[in-house]
C-alpha cells in the first residue's frame, strides 16, 4: 500500500522566518511528485518533481526530490500571512493508478 | 475557463436521508476524482473515471456510496442513507490524460450529516 508522511503536522512561525516542510513516500512505479497549496477551499498545484536533486522554484517558494531516500522539501522564505495554508503532497505513479494519494498534509500558519 | 464547478457548496441533513453531490469537470478532461477531505484522515480518493468510466472505486467506503459519469460533463456522488460519520468535505477534481498527476479541483462541497 502506498504511503504518504509529511512532517511536521503542524507549524507556526513569524513573518518573515523560513519554514522547511518534509514528505516522505513510499510508492510502486513512482513517476513524480507533486505540491499542492489548500487555503480554505480547494488544494491548488505549486509544483511537480520529476527528477533528483533538481531544484523547483517560484518566487519565495522552492522544492527538491530525493528518489534516492524518497523523499522531498518545500521551502519558503521570507514567510508571509498569505502562505498560511495546509501544504499537501502526493505521488503519483500514472500508468493507470492516476488518482493522488495525499499526504494528510502539514498546516501552517505564519503569525504578523 | 470555468474551472471545476460542484453542488451544492453545504448541504445539511439528517440522518438515514440521500444526499447527492454533483460535479462539472473542466471541458476536455478526461479523467474524474471524488475525494473526500476529513481532519481525521485527510484528503482520500474515492473513485476515478476515465473517458466517463469508472476505473478505481477501492477507496468508495461502503456500499451507501455510489458514483455515476453519465457524460463527459457531469458526474454525481450518492450517499444513501448518509450517517453522522460521512460528514466531510467532498472534492471534484479533473485531469488531461497527459500523465502529469496534475489535479484541478473543485471548490468542494461541505456536507453535515446530523
Not at chain 1, 480554505?40 to 533538481?54: D, E, H, Q, V
Not at chain 2, 470555468?2 to 473542466?26: D, F, N, Y
Not at chain 2, 460533463?73 to 479533473?94: G, H, M, N, W
Amino acid at each position: 500500500e502506498d504511503k504518504v508522511v509529511q512532517s511536521p503536522l503542524s507549524l507556526v512561525v513569524h513573518e518573515g522566518d523560513t519554514v522547511t516542510l518534509n514528505c516522505s513516500y513510499e510508492v510502486t512505479n513512482f513517476r513524480s511528485l507533486l505540491w499542492y497549496k489548500q487555503e480554505k477551499k480547494a488544494p491548488t498545484f505549486l509544483f511537480m518533481l520529476t527528477s533528483s536533486g533538481i531544484e523547483k522554484k517560484s518566487g519565495r517558494l522552492s522544492s527538491i526530490l530525493d528518489k534516492k531516500e524518497l523523499f522531498s522539501i518545500l521551502n519558503i522564505t521570507a514567510t508571509q500571512t498569505g502562505d498560511s495554508a495546509i501544504y499537501l503532497c502526493a505521488p503519483y505513479s500514472g500508468g493507470g493508478a492516476d488518482g493522488l494519494t495525499f499526504g494528510k498534509g502539514t498546516h501552517l500558519i505564519i503569525q504578523p | 475557463d470555468a474551472g471545476v464547478i460542484q453542488s451544492p457548496r453545504h448541504e445539511v441533513t439528517e440522518m438515514g436521508q440521500e444526499v447527492t453531490l454533483r460535479c462539472k469537470p473542466i471541458s476536455g478532461h478526461d479523467y474524474l476524482f471524488w475525494y473526500r477531505q476529513t481532519m481525521m484522515r485527510g484528503l482520500e480518493l474515492l473513485i476515478y473515471f476515465n473517458n466517463n468510466v469508472p476505473i478505481d472505486d477501492s477507496g468508495m467506503p461502503e456500499d451507501r456510496f455510489s458514483a455515476k459519469m453519465p457524460n463527459a460533463s457531469f458526474s454525481t456522488l450518492k450517499i444513501q442513507p448518509s450517517e453522522p460519520r460521512d460528514s466531510a468535505v467532498y472534492f471534484c477534481a479533473s485531469s488531461l490524460g497527459t500523465n502529469t498527476g496534475e489535479l484541478f479541483f473543485g471548490e468542494g462541497s461541505r456536507l453535515t450529516v446530523l
